[in-house]
């Protein structure tokens, strides 16, 4: 099994501000990433596949890299609507099981 | 547009059966592998279950094989999620959502329901 661990489980920014978060695999996974934002309420929304790549309609200050078993999600610039909880997923087809990593608060600090 | 209508949930009691459904329109949906996603109360996403665009590879969690059983009426353009044996740790909105591509490989999900939600109480 793999497991998909994000860090940190909280992250406090003020609006305009960077921020990054991280997801660990406990082996490798390629570039087969995805990262979804979820508000309240809501179902997720995929923001990110294939480590680096934005969804249609993501804007530009989401960014994500990394490969293999490290990978971050980058906001650039901290807007109001982005406060949210922010989960990893693997889909490399060995073992075919698919992973969601435990998930990052994003809070206003 | 596409788009991905759950229902189905409901409040039983453990050891209860339940069946949910995902309707689905505006993309050719036996193209696709769907899946079902669960989350329960303030916890984060868990994977449950996908199936192939012709039904002939599925897949489940170890927290739901032999209980629950995927499916679908591609003629219909539905998803079905067949719950059985259900424990109260089962509780959960349960989504439907669709594959990113038509390609096997590509097992993210970029359009989701809204999700129904399935209570296992005594």
């Known amino acids: 099994e793999i497991v998909m661990t994000q860090f940190p489980a909280t992250l406090s920014v003020s609006p305009g501000e960077r921020a990054t978060l991280s997801c660990r695999a406990s082996q490798s996974v390629g570039s087969n990433l995805a990262w979804y934002q979820q508000k309240p309420g809501q179902a997720p929304r995929l923001l990110i596949f294939?480590?680096?790549t934005r969804a249609a309609g993501v804007p530009a200050r989401f960014g994500g890299g990394g490969s293999g078993t490290e990978f971050t999600l980058t906001i650039s610039s901290l807007q109001s609507d982005d406060f949210a909880v922010y989960y990893c997923q693997r889909y490399n087809n060995w073992p075919p099981e698919l992973t969601f990593g435990g998930g990052t608060k994003v809070v206003l600090k | 547009q596409v788009q991905l209508v759950e229902s189905g949930g409901a409040l039983l009691k453990p050891g209860g059966s339940l069946r949910l459904s995902c309707a689905a329109s505006?993309?050719?949906?036996?193209?696709?592998?769907m899946t079902w996603i669960r989350q329960a109360p303030g916890k984060g996403l868990e994977w449950v279950s996908y199936?192939?665009?012709?039904?002939?590879?599925?897949k489940y969690a170890d927290s739901v094989k032999g209980r629950f059983t995927i499916s679908r009426d591609n003629a219909k353009n539905s998803l079905y999620l067949q719950m059985s044996s259900l424990r109260v740790e089962d509780t959960a909105i349960y989504y439907c959502a669709r594959a990113g591509s038509g390609y096997d490989q590509d097992k993210y999900f970029d359009n989701w329901g809204q999700g129904t939600l399935v209570t296992v109480s005594s």
């Open positions: 505006g993309f050719p949906f036996s193209d696709y592998y």
């Open positions: 199936i192939s665009g012709g039904s002939a590879y599925t």
């Open positions: 294939g480590a680096s």
